[in-house]
T-cell receptor
Framework: GAVVSQHPSRVICKSGTSVKIECRSL??????MFWYRQFPKQSLMLMAT?????????EQGVEKDKFLINHASLTLSTLTVTSAHPEDSSFYIC????????????FGQGTRLTVV | AQKVTQAQTEISVVEKEDVTLDCVYE???????LFWYKQPPSGELVFLIR??????QNEISGRYSWNFQKSTSSFNFTITASQVVDSAVYFC??????????????FGRGTSLIVHP
């Protein structure tokens, strides 16, 4: 299957700093990418959907100024957690769809963010 | 609105037992996709299967099998002769066409499967 690479896999940052997480589709062009957040022992909650070259669509309750999403190319999307706080600590997972509305989304390995 | 219910929070079995993970979904859309994903302790999501709403044929892949029944809105997953390596959290997901033109998956809460040796 298609490969989605997410980097870094783990990051620890100080409260108040910003952290960028990258999501790359390695062997296909991802017209749509999704960002999810997963709390311990919980399901994946969709944060936003981004299409290449356009602004991301955020789910209700997700602060777009805090979670900046950029999908500048067909192989790269980034999620920047700005002014991180301990409550932002979570597991963030991206997924990418190769194109065509019926194809499954492939998931990255996830990023464990810890804000201290 | 779409909803996926995985009523079993945690299942514990002994190796070689068969186990079925339940998934019930709700949607008003006639075209939709159902998925199962495996999330091992390392965290990455592993795609297992996709089924579209017009294909009710059950599927078997090795020790894995899936039973899709539209009449009961269920898409259950059975592991035959479970192994310790099957221990993971399994997510069922439903994907429908959103207003923006993308199929966006909604995930169930997941079922944690623990297989004891």
């Amino acid at each position: 299957g298609a490969v989605v690479s997410q980097h870094p896999s783990r990051v620890i940052c100080k409260s108040g700093t910003s952290v960028k997480i990258e999501c790359r589709s390695l062997d296909f062009q991802a017209t749509t990418m999704f960002w999810y957040r997963q709390f311990p022992k919980q399901s994946l909650m969709l944060m936003a959907t981004s299409n290449e070259g356009s602004k991301a669509t955020y789910e209700q309750g997700v602060e777009k100024d805090k979670f900046l999403i950029n999908h500048a190319s067909l192989t790269l999307s980034t999620l920047t957690v700005t002014s991180a706080h301990p409550e932002d600590s979570s597991f963030y997972i991206c997924s990418a769809r190769a194109g065509g509305i019926s194809t499954e989304a492939f998931f990255g390995q996830g990023t464990r963010l810890t804000v201290v | 609105a779409q909803k996926v219910t995985q009523a079993q929070t945690e299942i514990s079995v002994v190796e070689k037992e068969d186990v079925t993970l339940d998934c019930v979904y709700e949607t008003r859309d006639t075209t939709y996709y159902l998925f199962w994903y495996k999330q091992p302790p390392s965290g990455e999501l592993v795609f297992l299967i996709r089924r579209n709403s017009f294909d009710e044929q059950n599927e078997i892949s090795g020790r894995y099998s899936w039973n899709f029944q539209k009449s009961t809105s269920s898409f259950n997953f059975t592991i035959t002769a479970s192994q310790v390596v099957d221990s993971a959290v399994y997510f069922c997901a439903l994907s429908v066409l959103a207003s923006g033109g993308s199929y966006i998956p909604t995930f169930g809460r997941g079922t944690s499967l623990i297989v004891h040796p």
